[in-house]
């Protein structure tokens, strides 16, 4: 799969731009690094084939008000978002303007490579289907109200924390919900919560 294609790395971060130069081109991916949305506006439309990984915090124009201005780019080329801890709700803007993933940092290289791959096989197979998915739908089904309220908060990016005290139960069990929901949708990261979420047409719960 890697063979000719593109990764373009949008983050202002220098060091960050350099470690994933290095593992995509261990891997036999091509990559093209930019140190600012403008830079990559300049550059103009990837090649369809690309995927891009792109910084959610950046002086200048951020990632989100980047995902705007690349219009319907992301239906042609996967965008995964970067995000640092606690910005989980811009990740969630991010994936709804078009992102199809988002990962943390900092991040683990096979995580990143196992992300890039599942970003490059969605958009080769298919352009996101509007309709719920039926199984996704019956996952869901099968969450008690609870553990809905601890998801819609969780995507939202609150901590188990904040969680509790916005629900009146302690971080203990709201980390017992979350681990049972996570269970339950077949989820191993926050990352895939959050997209299964989405998919689900579930919003965050408001602040």
């Not at 690094?33 to 959610?56: H, M, Y």
């Not at 965008?79 to 992102?99: F, I, N, Q, S, W």
């Not at 019956?138 to 939202?156: F, Q, S």
Request: proline content about 5%.
């Amino acid at each position: 799969m890697a063979d000719q294609t593109l990764i373009y790395v949008v983050d202002d971060d220098e060091a960050v731009r350099d470690s994933l130069e290095a593992l995509l081109l261990a891997e036999g991916f091509s990559v093209q690094g930019f140190e600012s949305a403008e830079a990559l506006l300049v550059k103009g439309r990837p090649p369809a084939v690309a995927c891009c990984l792109l910084d959610v915090r950046m002086p200048g124009k951020d990632g989100l008000t980047l995902l705007g201005e690349l219009g319907d780019w992301s239906t042609t080329t996967p965008v995964v978002v970067m995000t640092g801890h606690g910005d989980v709700p811009m990740a969630v803007k991010a994936m709804k303007l078009g992102a199809v993933d988002f990962i943390e940092k900092p991040f683990d290289a096979n995580v990143m490579l196992t992300t890039i791959r599942s970003a490059l096989r969605h958009h080769d197979t298919e352009v996101r289907n509007e309709a719920i998915d039926p199984a996704l739908a019956g996952k869901v089904d099968r969450l008690t109200p609870r553990e809905r309220d601890v998801m819609e908060h969780l995507v939202a990016g609150r901590s188990n924390k904040e969680v509790g005290r916005e629900l009146g139960i302690s971080p203990r069990t709201v980390e017992i919900h979350r681990s049972r929901l996570m269970e339950k949708m077949a989820a191993d990261s926050l990352a895939e919560l959050v997209r299964m979420a989405l998919d689900a047409k579930i919003e965050p719960a408001a602040k």
